[in-house]
């Protein structure tokens, strides 16, 4: 199956610093969806991306799609300590499989 | 079997009727989560089974939708007196353990209220 590779695995950063995660595909991907897990939780969706070079916002969070539908960011701006979590990047293939990154964890530092 | 399966694969119902959706997991697999999707939108989380543990019922958006595994394997989702907007695709997924293992989805379930 298809394999989402991200990085980094950690991220610490004091509040108010911006924070990007990466995803990437060595195969095009159909789509990339993003969730955040909040310690002891489940994912909850974001934001699907399907388009080439597709770019959308969510307040403080901006999502990219490449062009080459390869590669996927997330950018966080100015972090807040409810932001706080592990951020997945997953893509659902053609056999219905979710296939998650391996995530970022993003600690917050007051 | 080889995958999940779900059943029905559509539900046509009258608003303020019962609906029981079943979710059928791989063997094995003792994670079994629910979710719906309406159109357009991403998977909407509303219930997850964990082996033997309390269900994580939290995704659940009133006390008309209920869930139970019986034995670790099979799940049925009940919703009571539907609504319109219950109306959605209603899938079933499942995994070998837990979080962010892949998950596996079944074909859904697409429930319509009139």
């Known amino acids: 199956g298809q394999q989402v590779m991200q990085i980094p695995q950690y991220q610490h950063v004091q509040e108010g610093e911006d924070f990007t995660t990466y995803c990437n595909s060595s195969t095009t991907l159909s789509n990339i969806q993003w969730y955040k897990q909040r310690p002891g939780g489940h994912p909850v969706f974001l934001i699907q991306l399907v388009k080439s070079g597709e770019v959308k916002k969510q307040k403080r969070l901006t999502f990219q799609f490449g062009e080459a539908k390869k590669n996927s960011s997330l950018h966080i701006t100015a972090t807040q300590t409810t932001d706080v979590g592990t951020y997945f990047c997953a893509s659902l293939d053609s056999a219905r499989q979710l296939t998650f990154g391996s995530g970022t964890q993003l600690t917050v530092l007051p | 079997g080889a995958g999940v399966s779900q059943s029905p694969s559509n539900k046509v119902t009258e608003k303020g009727k019962d609906v029981e959706l079943r979710c059928d997991p791989i063997s094995g697999h003792t994670a079994l989560y629910w979710y719906r999707q309406s159109l357009g939108q991403g998977l909407e989380f509303l219930i997850y089974?964990?082996?033997?543990?309390?269900?994580?019922k939290s995704g659940l958006p009133s006390d008309r939708f209920s869930a139970e595994r019986t034995g670790g394997s099979v799940s049925t989702l009940t919703i009571q007196r539907t609504q319109q907007e219950d109306s959605a695709v209603y899938l079933c997924?499942?995994?070998?353990?837990?979080?962010?293992?892949?998950?596996?989805f079944g074909p859904g379930t697409r429930l319509t209220v009139l």
């Open positions: 089974f964990q082996g033997n543990s309390a269900p994580d």
């Open positions: 997924a499942s995994s070998r353990r837990t979080g962010t293992d892949t998950q596996y």
